[in-house]
């Protein structure tokens, strides 16, 4: 990971692929150090589907599933709350569940604590991880792999998305 600066003002975290592929790992070592053994893992759409996936392989977990939520709009841009979007998880499934919720990073938390509060509601153990804490949120996370106050460039979202050619 490098330090980039936009137009000399704002510094950014740039996680790469390679910077991923160890933060996932180390990520998932903390999980299986703890004793916590996810029988489900549970991204949050889009940000978490990458880890999430990425988790699934590390921890060995079969059955994986998303939530989708909006909030975010752009860089530093968000709707007035987070939204949950169509279509939802399969609710009776995961009753009673050890559950591993995931996503990229946990800003002000507020998507985080929507997700948790929803799946718990359902009687699942759930827990948290992300790749990024900023001191922001309302909720920590139960995992995290490293903590920041900056501006997090990921490598599936650095780009622009592809446009079909002229």
Known sequence: MADDRDDGTNEREI????????????LAQT???????????????RGGMVPGGAL????????TDA?????????AQTLPDPVLL????????????????VDDVVDSGRTMRLVIDLLRRYGADVRSA?????????????YSWRDTDRW????????????RRA
């Open 130 to 142: 992300v790749l990024y804490s900023k001191p922001t949120t309302v909720i920590a996370p139960d």
């Open 86 to 101: 169509a279509p939802l998880l399969d609710t009776e499934s995961i009753r009673g569940r050890r559950l591993l919720v």
């Open 31 to 45: 999980i299986v150090d703890s004793g916590f053994e996810p029988e489900i893992v549970i991204a949050v759409a």
């Open 67 to 75: 939530i989708n939520v909006e909030f975010y709009t752009g860089i």
């Open 152 to 163: 997090i460039a990921f490598p599936w979202s650095a780009q622009d998305p592809v446009t």
């Open 56 to 63: 699934t392989y590390a921890l060995d977990v079969k059955l």
């Open 15 to 26: 996680l790469t692929w390679e910077g991923f592929g160890a933060a996932t790992r180390e």
